[in-house]
């Protein structure tokens, strides 16, 4: 029973007075994940198992009672996006800007294929240095065009509203370590996120905070001297 005066029970998975919540979502499988092939902006479609990933992550992402979906517009993302938005009624707003990283002749060729030829190149883009993967975009021109799409959406959002924004690795990537203010060579400290599973962005008293990172699962409350 709610006490007299008090207010509407929060919904499912929000803290009241924490701010808004910022979940980034990563695409389900295609095929070109599957044989290790730098997709970048190539269209490459989900397969069976990519939808079934992509279903099974929007009900539980359901469950936390999104406000509002953005999504690339590339079709792993999108199509990803719908299973979530056919759960909760939400339209999908899609942006280019969330596109993966475009990396020119590296796209379509394996990891192997990638190291074999542009080893130097790899290597140096591993060490942070900034680098333009087969001859494409910066990490920094990625953050650059996808971070200012998820605080403009993120902006809009109500009080302790929550925004799915649906992407790709190495976006999502990017945009963590811009909005977290982190240097451009330390961002690859961020591990990898797998096939649809997503990070927890919050908004706290100095901006935003990584609360999950590479999340399968619905986030937990941290509780203890930190939260």
């Known amino acids: 029973m709610t006490a007299p005066g008090a207010g509407a029970a929060p919904a499912a998975g929000r803290t009241p007075g924490r701010g808004r919540r910022v979940i980034l979502w990563r695409h389900g499988q295609t095929l070109w994940n599957v044989e290790r092939r730098f997709q970048g902006t190539t269209d490459v479609p989900l397969t069976e198992t990519g939808v079934a990933q ?60 990638i190291v074999s030829r542009f080893g130097e190149e790899y290597t140096a883009w591993k060490r942070g240095e900034p680098v333009r993967r087969g001859g494409g975009e910066l990490e920094s021109e990625v953050a650059d065009r996808a971070a200012p799409v998820v ?38 400290s961020l591990g990898g996120l797998s096939n649809c ?23 937990e409350p941290v509780l203890g001297d930190d939260d």
């Open 54 to 113: 992509a279903r099974r992550s929007a009900r539980l992402l359901a469950s936390l009672g999104p406000d509002a979906i953005v999504a690339s517009d590339l079709r792993r993302a999108a199509d990803t996006a719908a299973e979530l938005a056919a759960l909760t009624g939400l339209e999908v707003a899609h942006d280019e800007a969330l596109r993966e990283t475009y990396a020119g002749v590296w796209q379509g060729l394996t990891h192997e294929e």
């Open 197 to 219: 599973c997503w990070s927890v962005l919050g908004e706290g008293a100095r901006g935003w905070r990584l609360l999950e990172h590479n999340a399968g699962t619905l986030p």
């Open 151 to 188: 605080l403009r959406h993120a902006e809009k959002l109500p009080e302790d509203g929550t925004l799915v924004v649906v992407s790709h690795g190495g976006t999502i990537r990017t945009t963590i370590g811009r909005l977290l203010g982190l240097e451009a060579r330390d961002w690859e």
